[in-house]
């Protein structure tokens, strides 16, 4: 559960903001490896959570987190923090937010949530009363109501609730982060691309020795651990960003960051080889090594490494 440090009651930014209270969720264990990546990318006042990591940054580095972060999962705009004890004062207290000045009513949107407090025993409800609250405010300042879509919403809202401590965010990555956008082919039990990446940062594998993965499966690790060296951003093959769908969203900005990151690709000079006994999965890997456009630089080879002599 993460939980940021919120002095105030209830706030809310404005999209003309230029200053960003994010949390940045990750999988519990690399909370100290995403906020040492998140200080490289120039986030201020760095905080550890649990499962996350808390920072400020502008919209330049909200763009960069979403493009550049391999352990990331979401980045969430804090913009909401508020008591509550039951699910009828979570709607009196978020019907008091400007919900009309961040939501066009022409617009979508929709809420993940996550919930443990023995005061909303039913998640779902406490998720049922957030959206009621701000159609409602929604219908009032513009005399229209939005539309709830969950496949691919204009807006994309986090509920957390602890106890009786509640937390509204806005998620700028839209899918999680982890559905990085080059892996076309999988296996039975395909690791996840961040969980991926997490463990090659945990090894402390920098690059300056070979990697071997005998298991190599479709090849994520590989993948992940060449973006890493190669410095390829984390999301460059990615389809979309939630950001992408904000009113203020400045497509010249996300351009020159994409353009920047790239400039710092450079090529790996030490060998990153794998291998599989299951001929079916190795041309599965060698598809999502193409689609990230590094077949050339990742040898594959079919082997039972129980079996070898090697």
Partial sequence: ????????????????????????????????????????????????????????????????????????????????????????????NALKLPWGELIDAEKTFAINFTVHSEAFPHSQYASL??????????????GKRPSVERRRPDLQFDLMIAGEQVIISLDSSGDPLFKRGYRKRVGRAPLNEVLASGLIKKTGWDGERALYDPFCGSATLLIEACMQHAKLPA????????FERWPNYDRELFERIKESRLSRIVEPRMPIMGSDRDAVLIKKAFENLEQAQIADIVDLEVLDFFNSTG
């Avoid at 994010?22 to 995403?34: D, Q, T």
């Avoid at 957030?130 to 159609?135: F, T």
Wanted: glycine share 8%; proline share 1%.
């Fill in 1 to 92: 559960m993460y939980l940021p440090k919120v002095n105030t009651k209830a706030f809310i930014h404005h999209w003309d903001s230029d200053d960003w209270q994010l949390v940045i969720k990750c999988f519990k264990g690399f909370e100290e490896i995403l906020a040492e990546e998140v200080r490289q990318l120039g986030g201020r006042d760095v905080e550890i959570l649990h499962r996350a990591v808390g920072c400020t940054g502008d919209t330049g580095f909200l763009y960069k987190a979403n493009y550049s972060l391999y352990t990331a999962l979401h980045v969430l705009v804090n913009i909401a923090q508020f008591q509550a004890k039951d699910a009828d004062e979570l709607y009196r």
């Fill in 129 to 142: 009363r957030l959206k009621d609250a701000i159609v409602d405010a929604v219908r009032k300042h513009s």
């Fill in 235 to 242: 999301g460059l093959f990615r389809e979309s960003f939630g």
